[in-house]
């Protein structure tokens, strides 16, 4: 059974930056594509970014490019979301996930088949 655990998140002012991490136990992240989502009160989750397997594929939402970088390190079972010029509509609740490779677009959370226990991200002065 693959178990996700996120870490990194915290209270940080608008333009400042957090890096998350996405650490694996139980089986190796190496064969799962990974996603992060995040979900802010009272709205629905969201797809954030994604990458592949390899690393070599990433995709970001609108709202994040140019700001948030995903990276994995397979040697360490980790992924991570570089998160610069962190924005106060960037607080939420953020998740990693992963699943199988899949035909499925990478924001489409039911398609993710693991999931962590989120971590809280706020952005605020």
């Known amino acids: 059974q693959l178990q996700l655990v996120e870490s990194g998140g915290g209270l940080v002012q608008p333009g400042g930056s957090l890096r998350l991490s996405c650490t694996a136990s139980?089986?190796?992240?190496?064969?799962?594509?990974i996603g992060w989502f995040r979900q802010a009160p009272g709205k629905e989750r969201e797809g954030v970014s994604r990458i592949s397997t390899s690393g070599g594929s990433t995709n970001y939402a609108d709202s994040v490019k140019g700001r948030f970088t995903i990276s994995r390190d397979n040697a360490k079972n980790t992924v991570y979301l570089q998160m610069n010029s962190l924005k106060p509509e960037d607080t939420a609740v953020y998740y990693c996930?992963?699943?199988?490779?899949?035909?499925?677009?990478?924001?489409?959370?039911?398609?993710?088949?693991?999931w962590g226990q989120g971590t809280q991200v706020t952005v605020s002065s």
């Open positions: 139980g089986l190796t992240l190496r064969p799962y594509a």
């Open positions: 996930a992963a699943r199988s490779p899949s035909f499925a677009q990478w924001y489409a959370a039911t398609s993710y088949a693991y």
